[in-house]
């Protein structure tokens, strides 16, 4: 009955390796809703971050909003809207881009405004346009901390996404709700442990894009 | 040329940081903004290249006013140095320098090659050129905030507080660069400093400013150290202005005694010449430079000992140093005499306090009869 046993019976199992229900299939989907919620994410908090981060404005603003989306439940907030829209992808991926949004903002804000002020000075006095200020100067200064919070978002979003389970979607959610249900507790421990690894990738992943994108000068510097 | 035409620049909340401020920046040579904090130095520079707009007045480059061109253009064509050099940690010594070149869209090797060439110029080993910034010392990385605001061999430099942030030795180094540079290069400079001997030191104009932004005193530094023009401008020039000008004056017109010089090989005879109306001797080795100071009864002929000597300590080149470090080493003498050596360090003479003392109040009177003089190091 011990928890080794359960993970190393699940992972034994050949049957769990093929199929609609399958480990490969499971992962695939849990990837897909991973990279889809931290794509609009991004998408949404990079911007902002960085435009407002620029110009130092707006960071209380920022602040109230960061804590109202960290203090939308989850769970709540799938359960409304799949009551409002039925089922459906939109469903899952709004709670998480919710939770994955404020990480990011902040952050990317925080890294924004921590930059060094000379560097940027001496850019402007040397003729560098704004874009040129932010994309040039600040943004490779910020990256460190920029990437950390898209890590936070990624891994929130990693662990969360287990949700889109409890809406007949798919996913590595779906060992844990269908094991739960069916008192497969095998199941229930595989699924856990898949995502637990699937969090760890995240991690060596982030850590191996901050080793190329961040410039030496910086991540020495630091 | 670079004219400020009363210029005034008010804030919002009424705080007056430049007061109708005019200025005629000359051409091709280092002009200096000295005074205390808020005086408006560093405002007065980041109006020039358009950093801050001014509330009023006009800042003319070569006759056109700055406001004419866009503002990206006009800050491209002056040089840039900020206090902590500024440069950007994620590029290498070698990019840091190309960023101007670049920006006017240089390529890259062409940019390159530039920034290597301005390495060379400014002091820094090529060695350097691959490192990022957090690898250099204080110094050098100034020195690549100086190359970087040379890169596109802008006509005018822009300096604020430049060497504030560095050591005294290293500050000094720093500063008899800029000079040699700008010998060869003949740009036309506008420094910003607190430091009043660093502005006596490298500008052919000084502008002093008073609190409020407005203008104490524009002199070349001779005619400020003689004739200040106010109470105001003489306290900030410190307790020992009258020393400190006579940086000004050379010490070639001092009358060196060479009488009292023997080498260490000296004979009885030539010693007891040398040695009948002086108090000291000064014995030389046998190339001629000083080794000590020694009483003239104190020497027997091939048995001195270098060690029993009294220190002759560092000496002045005659003609070229100036008389306040003739004056320096007489003071620090233990004898009360300065040593005057040639260029190649033998010595050329020696000379007495009194001495000094005589010349420095010729100079003095010759200064009040023309403002017109030249700086001479030292």
Known sequence: ?222 | MIRIDSVTKRYPDGTVAVDRLSLEIPDRSITVLVGPSGCGKTTTLRMINRMIEPSEGTILIDGVDSRQQPVNTLRRSMGYVIQNAGLFQHRTIVDNIATVPRLLGWSKDKARARARELMERVGLDASLARRYPYQLSGGQQQRVGVARALAADPPVLLMDEPFSAVDPVVRKGLQDELLRIQDELGKTIVFVTHDIDEAVKLGTMVAVLRTGGRLAQFAPPAELLSDPADAFVEDFLGADRGIRRLSFFSSAGLDLLTAPIVAIDASAEQIARAGTDVPYLLVTDVEGKPLGWSEPRDLTAGTIEPAELLPCGRPFVAGRDSLRAALDCAVLSPTGWAVAVDAEGRAAGVVSQQTIGEAIRGAHAEGSRSSETTKVSG
Not at chain 1, 115 to 135: H, K, N, Q, T, W
Not at chain 1, 151 to 163: E, F, K, L, P
């Open chain 1, 1 to 222: 009955m011990n928890l080794l046993h359960f993970i190393s019976a699940f992972f034994s199992d050949g049957s769990h390796w093929q199929g609609y229900d399958g480990i490969p299939t499971r992962v695939g989907e849990h990837v897909q809703y991973t990279l889809e919620a931290l794509a609009i994410a991004a998408a949404i908090a990079l911007p902002v971050g960085l435009v407002t981060g620029h110009y130092g404005r707006g960071g209380n603003a920022l602040a109230l909003i960061a804590t109202a989306g960290r203090a939308l439940p989850t769970f709540g907030l799938l359960v409304l809207m799949t009551l409002l829209l039925g089922f459906g992808l939109v469903n899952v991926m709004t709670p998480l881009v919710v939770l994955a949004v404020p990480p990011i903002l902040v952050t990317t804000y925080e890294g924004m405004r921590s930059v060094d002020p000379s560097p940027v000075d001496a850019a402007r006095g040397m003729g560098m346009s704004e874009a040129g200020i932010l994309f040039q100067v600040e943004l490779p200064a910020a990256l460190p901390l920029i990437l950390s919070g898209l890590r936070s978002g990624a891994i929130q979003i990693v662990s969360t996404a287990t949700i889109a389970a409890y809406v007949s979607l798919g996913g590595l959610g779906r060992y844990i709700v269908d094991g739960l249900y069916q008192r497969n507790y095998e199941k229930v421990v595989g699924g856990a442990t898949l995502v637990a690894l699937m969090a760890l990738a995240t991690l060596a992943l982030f850590w191996a894009v901050s080793r190329v994108a961040v410039s030496p000068g910086v991540r020495r510097s630091n």
